[in-house]
Nanobody, 112 residues
Framework: VQLQASGGGLVQAGASLRLSCAAS????????MRWYRQTPGKQRELVAT???????NYADSVKGRFTISRDNAKNTVYLQMNSLKPEDAAVYYC???????WGQGTQVTVSS
């Protein structure tokens, strides 16, 4: 399983970013996917989940601001992040629920 996250960057509070995560080595369309985030000294936090059928679930801290989606033709899961806050700053990782494999993550920095 290989996961390549991208799309992070430095933005001001209130801005938007879209993260992408390309997966390989799996049958993407049958797998449930998640986005996590981690800040130094803290455990990884589950941000959003999307099932193979397209059902979604979000952490309370991002509900109404973040949207997870997937494109099975591209083996890619996305995280649209709107109205970003400084507390959203973290390294964001995607994960295939079924497998214990992590990609390198993508850094999101939000200035106030």
């Amino acid at each position: 399983v290989q996961l390549q996250a991208s799309g992070g960057g430095l933005v001001q509070a209130g801005a938007s970013l879209r993260l992408s995560c390309a997966a390989s080595g799996i049958i993407f369309r049958i797998n449930d996917m998640r986005w996590y985030r981690q800040t130094p000294g803290k455990q990884r936090e589950l941000v959003a989940t999307i099932t193979s059928g397209g059902s979604t679930n979000y952490a309370d801290s991002v509900k109404g601001r973040f949207t997870i989606s997937r494109d099975n033709a591209k083996n890619t899961v996305y995280l649209q992040m709107n109205s970003l806050k400084p507390e959203d700053a973290a390294v964001y990782y995607c994960k295939v629920i079924r497998y214990n494999a992590w990609g390198q993550g993508t850094q999101v920095t939000v200035s106030s």
